[in-house]
C-alpha cells in the first residue's frame, strides 16, 4: 500500500462565485441622473438607483456621511458599489431592476450634501462650492460600480447582500482612542535613500 496515497490532498470544492459582473466606471454626476422606476411599492429611490425592499435602512451617522464626501475632494476616492443591472420588457421596468445592493451609506452621503443637508470641511455645502470645483473636484469624479446581470433571482441578491453588508467591523471607542493616544514615530535618522535593515 502506498503511503502517499493517504496523505495526498484532497482537490478543495469551492462554491461558484456570487459576485459576477462587469465593472463599470462612471461620474459622480452620473448618479444624479434619471432614476430608474421603481416596481415595488416597498422599494425606495435612491439616486439613481432603486433601494430593495428588504435593505436595512440607512445608518451612518453625520460624522461617517462627512467623512466619506471629504474624502472624495481630498482624492481618497470612493470605493465601489453594486448594482443589479436593470432591464426592460413590453410591460416596461423588470421587477428588481436597479436594485442597489451595496452602497447606500455612500449613495446617501452623496444625496444629502448635493442636497445641503450635509456640510463639510466645517461649514462647506455644496452651494458654497462655484460650479468649476463642483464640477473637478465633485461631479467629474468616478465612483465603480459592479453591474451584475439582470436576473430574476431575489434570494441570489439577498444571499449577495448579505456576504457584503454582514462581514464589516466597526472600530471600537478604544481602537479611536489609541490613534490619539499613541505617541508620534520618531523621525526617521536614516539618510535619504538608506534602506533600514
Known amino acids: ?69 471629504e474624502g472624495i475632494f481630498l482624492g481618497l476616492g470612493t470605493g465601489n458599489y453594486v448594482v443589479h443591472a436593470p432591464d426592460w420588457d413590453a410591460n416596461g421596468t423588470k421587477p428588481m431592476s436597479g436594485w442597489l445592493i451595496d452602497g447606500q451609506q455612500r449613495l446617501s452621503a452623496i444625496r444629502d450634501f448635493v442636497r445641503d443637508d450635509l456640510e463639510i470641511f466645517d461649514g462647506v455645502r455644496y452651494s458654497d ?43 471600537t471607542a478604544a481602537d479611536l482612542q489609541r490613534l490619539t493616544d499613541t505617541p508620534a514615530l520618531p523621525p526617521s535618522t536614516a539618510p535619504t535613500g538608506a534602506r533600514p535593515r
Open 1 to 69: 500500500m502506498d503511503k502517499n496515497a493517504d496523505s495526498a490532498p484532497r482537490a478543495a470544492v469551492l462554491p461558484e462565485r456570487i459576485l459576477r459582473g462587469v465593472v463599470r466606471e462612471q461620474s459622480l454626476e452620473h448618479l444624479l441622473g434619471t432614476p430608474i422606476e421603481m416596481t415595488h411599492p416597498a422599494e425606495r429611490q435612491l439616486l439613481a438607483w432603486v433601494l430593495p425592499p428588504w435593505q436595512r435602512p440607512e445608518v451612518w451617522d453625520i460624522a461617517r456621511k462627512r467623512a466619506f464626501v
Open 129 to 171: 462650492i462655484d460650479q468649476i470645483s463642483r464640477r473637478r473636484r465633485f461631479l467629474g469624479q468616478t465612483f465603480p460600480y459592479i453591474e451584475l446581470s439582470y436576473a430574476p433571482d431575489e434570494q441570489r441578491l439577498k444571499t449577495l447582500y448579505e456576504r457584503l453588508n454582514f462581514g464589516g467591523m466597526g472600530h
